[in-house]
């Protein structure tokens, strides 16, 4: 029977990381995916490192807005009616974390994780030499409203107070930044501490190699295999049984999958995303990502050409593709900046796993021994699969964690 120090399920940008933060310290560690390292939701997100959030996106503050989503005018927002009897608790819970107080508590939870992101995905880029895919040029989100540039003002004095560097521009200031913008806003901000990735999938892959250089095994397998053996746990792969005392659970929306079963109940809701890629138009160069904040889609620079993301649908995960934001966004899009021909021929889809506190839940699994949770990044998963990574290595290792991981433990939904 193979035995290993520590088995992580799942080789996202979490998993992988965690794998690698743990070989770095000499143990013998196992990463379990029945697919590919990096392919799933960590493939298809906007490539940004956004040590510079501050506010998670909260539920519609106005009832416009509210509306706009449950009339499906909005471009920011889908939903399935179907699913809503379903999703209903998640999204009471998710509205009264949207309450400017609780952003704030969340804002202030979450900013020891965000510090982290930028500093700890360097240096493994610099170990894993896939320091070329990263830019370090910022990224700029648009506002078409006054109204709208003045509902971030909270945001913007927080953003000052946590001492990060933003640049409030005019159109002719974010079209010295990118030309190829139309002036179809009315302000910008310029935030110059997000890095951004040309391409997702390869950072990922160069992290796992450089796990494997170190003596870590990946190997396929379904994680729903896991159960108890002796005094730890057993996964069945490709390669036969093994074991270790020590699992972590780093499946991203498939958590709930291997969790529920141990009677684990935890409230992660999906917020789906969709990409399309486009061919670079020559006369439209485009150096880093752009947020048309009131559309809610991104767009950014990509190896395969533009990438544009959507922001969140609600539905059941596995449900079909409904990719109907693209006609309400595309317009808008349109006005703003001059996209090249379709560069795929098929649209994304993605899940990304959110708690309604719009807080990750990383550390042991209450009740179960030798289990340890990273699940929950929601909208950045990309950006704090490293510092996870680093967090649950420290814990697990018995040294000092660089931050308190009480904000993230799962006791929050159980008590
Ligand atoms: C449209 C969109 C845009 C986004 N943009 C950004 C961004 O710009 N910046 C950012 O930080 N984040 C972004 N995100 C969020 C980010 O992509 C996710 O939070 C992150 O990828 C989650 O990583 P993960 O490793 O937890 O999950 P995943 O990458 O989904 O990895 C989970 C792994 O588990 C494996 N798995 C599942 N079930 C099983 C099983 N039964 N057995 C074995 N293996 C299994 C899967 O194959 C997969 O490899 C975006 C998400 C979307 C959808």
Known sequence: MARTDAIVLGAGIVGTSIALQLAKRGMSVALVDRGG???ETSYGNS?????????PPGFPASLTASMRVAFKQASDANYHIGFLPKVASWLLKFRAASRADRILETARLNRPLFARAIPEHEILMLESGSSRYMRKNGWIKLYRSEEGFAALQPELR?????GLSFEVLDPDGARALEPSLNPVFKRAVFWPGV?????????TQAYAMRFSALGGVTLKGDARTLHRAGNGWRVDTDEGPLDSPEVIVALGPWAPDLLEPLGLKLPMGFKRGYHRHYKTNNSAPLSRPVIDVAAGYLITPMEQGIRLTTGAEFAARDAAPSPVQFDRLMPRLRELYSLGERADDKTW?????????SRPVIGRAPGQKGLWLAIGHAHWGLTLGPATGRLIAEMMAGEPPFC????YAAERFLS
């Open 158 to 162: 927080l953003a000052r107070e946590f």
């Open 349 to 357: 889809l993605g899940a990304r796993p959110c708690f309604p506190d």
């Open 404 to 407: 308190d991981p009480q904000p």
């Open 37 to 39: 390292v990096g392919e």
């Open 195 to 203: 890095i951004s990735l040309s391409n997702p999938l390869a950072v």
């Open 47 to 55: 490539g940004a490192i956004e040590g510079s959030t501050t506010y």
